[in-house]
């Protein structure tokens, strides 16, 4: 068995946001929220991640690079900021390794407020539990996530928490039962997690299939995951950087390169490869 039901999204853990708060990390409301983004006439733009852990770690800082790009080639007078509960943009790299990820940002006047934990958005406003309230225009949301109800009841998973498995093989605490990609938790050596991305996903995947069939042949599995792993991160202007690690090192040792167009063109050939091999044409 192989457990591979990612994350779910807990909108209703944030009283006002399904009312307030446009969600831009669930593939259905991607046609909605660019409607939002392109009937958006100037003002402040919010970009709140609202819990921890959530797919993609960077990608909040894309959206709002991405979208001061657009806003700006539309002539469009905006503010764009960005709030989460961690300290520092992307915690895994530490401060120095956000280094120029927040430069890219400053430069595009695109604030980070970290430590911000939200609690409730009203119209127009959202509350902190510091008592603080940050007001937008437009808010773009990145929800709170959980582990998927059914591993909780079934006992693969501890009430808040993710489902635990050897990260070398994958395996759960029963045997012949694997679990991969956002549904899982896997501790790093500094104490953190394993980040919710499809490139470790798409490695645990061959990793799994890889030791099933060695079983099926009758033989010992001996593939295991290393916690190497690569992504792309966009950094407007049609530039790329990439952010690259071996994640089980002690400690995790992971760096952002320096952006550039070519970065750029090899994601475009990332994404059309994987396009083509999952779904074909």
């Known amino acids: 068995l192989v457990i ?27 046609e909605q929220t660019h409607g939002f983004v392109d009937d958006f006439r100037g003002g402040r733009v919010v970009i709140g991640i609202f819990g921890v852990p959530y797919p993609c770690p960077p990608a909040p800082y894309e959206l709002a690079l991405l979208l ?13 900021t960005v ?20 430069e890219r940002l400053e430069e595009r006047a695109i604030a980070y407020l970290g430590g911000r934990v939200a ?5 127009g406003a959202v509350q902190f539990a510091d008592g603080d309230r940050l007001a937008f225009d437009l808010l773009l949301a990145v929800p709170p996530y ?18 635990q498995v050897d990260r070398s ?19 790093l050596a500094n104490g953190m997690s394993l980040p919710k991305a499809g490139i470790f996903a798409e490695m645990e995947g061959d990793v799994v299939a890889a030791r099933i069939a060695a079983r099926l042949r009758g033989e010992t599995p001996t593939a295991t995951y290393t916690g190497e792993g690569a992504c792309f991160v966009e950094m407007g202007g049609g530039e790329a950087s990439i952010i690259s690690g071996e994640f089980f090192a002690d400690p995790p040792a992971a760096n952002l ?3 550039s167009v070519n970065l750029r063109a090899d994601k475009e050939r990332f994404e059309i490869e994987r396009l083509e091999r999952w779904f074909g044409g």
């Open 119 to 123: 609690t409730a958005v009203s119209a």
């Open 257 to 259: 390169s320096p952006p």
């Open 68 to 80: 001061a790009d657009r806003l700006d080639a539309r002539g469009i007078e905006s503010e764009v």
């Open 4 to 30: 591979a039901l990612g994350a779910a999204q807990a909108t209703d853990a944030i009283p006002g946001l399904d009312e307030h708060g446009h969600d831009a990390w669930e593939r259905g409301h991607v």
């Open 83 to 102: 709030f989460g509960p961690a300290p520092i943009t992307l915690p895994i790299l530490g401060a120095a390794g956000c280094a120029l990820l927040d």
């Open 146 to 163: 959980r582990c998927p109800s059914v591993l909780v009841e079934s006992g693969l998973a501890p009430a808040g928490g993710w489902v």
């Open 169 to 187: 093989t994958l395996e759960t605490i029963h045997a012949e039962v694997y679990a991969i990609g956002d549904a899982t938790g896997i501790s």
